[in-house]
T-cell receptor
Framework: GIQVEQSPPDLILQEGANSTLRCNFS?????LQWFHQNPWGQLINLFY???GTKQNGRLSATTVATERYSLLYISSSQTTDSGVYFC????????????FGKGTTLSVSS | DSGVTQTPKHLITATGQRVTLRCSPR?????VYWYQQSLDQGLQFLIQ???????AKGNILERFSAQQFPDLHSELNLSPLELGDSALYFC???????????FGPGTRLTVT
């Protein structure tokens, strides 16, 4: 099956700092999503981005499908950004599912 | 709020018992997915249904079974329960078989 690797596994920031999270995947995909799992366990959709660049407030994401990676940028981080960030991808093949990476745990302190 | 609902939110039960987790997809979504999140295994895909038919199968144990009903809601049955089944179980839905997936709030299952 497809391999999804996220880096770094852990990230500790001061409020106001910027960060870049990376997701590498091993096969061509037709779906790539970024999620934020908050401390209460909810999985919140951040981006649906199989290719290209999107921005939503302080967050933006870029997927370079030909090179099989995606980046999530968080600017001016806030304590509420803390949690686990997951990348999930689906291979471009019928009958395959959305597969998650192990996540990046972000801790933002004030 | 993603529009995906899951019941119950919490469940505490004993080994050997049977539980049923329920999921209602977003209005208009035909595809339903089940995932298990445990501390040591991360988010594991279990099974996907699309318009009532099984679409993809992941690491679903033989003790688990699922189905999607004509009204598109889905149920995941776990029996007999083992201690290792303690986890957060998520349901997700999407319009088509491979589109953007939206996740429900999860059911936290504790097996004692």
């Amino acid at each position: 099956g497809i391999q999804v690797e996220q880096s770094p596994p852990d990230l500790i920031l001061q409020e106001g700092a910027n960060s870049t999270l990376r997701c590498n995947f091993s096969d061509s995909v037709n779906n790539l999503q970024w999620f934020h799992q908050n401390p209460w366990g909810q999985l919140i959709n951040l981006f649906y981005i199989p290719s290209g660049t999107k921005q939503n407030g302080r967050l933006s994401a870029t997927t370079v499908a030909t090179e099989r990676y995606s980046l999530l940028y968080i600017s001016s981080s806030q304590t509420t950004d803390s949690g686990v960030y997951f990348c999930a991808v689906r291979r471009n093949q019928a009958g395959t599912a959305l597969i998650f990476g192990k996540g990046t745990t972000l801790s933002v302190s004030s | 709020d993603s529009g995906v609902t899951q019941t119950p939110k919490h469940l505490i039960t004993a080994t050997g018992q049977r539980v049923t987790l329920r999921c209602s997809p977003r209005s208009g979504d035909l595809s339903v997915y089940w995932y298990q999140q445990s501390l040591d295994q991360g988010l594991q895909f279990l099974i996907q249904y699309y318009n009532g038919e099984e679409r993809a199968k992941g690491n679903i144990l033989e003790r688990f079974s699922a189905q999607q009903f004509p009204d598109l809601h889905s149920e995941l049955n776990l029996s007999p329960l083992e201690l290792g089944d303690s986890a957060l179980y998520f349901c997700a839905s999407s319009v088509g078989p491979s589109g953007q997936a939206y996740f429900g709030p999860g059911t936290r299952l504790t097996v004692t």
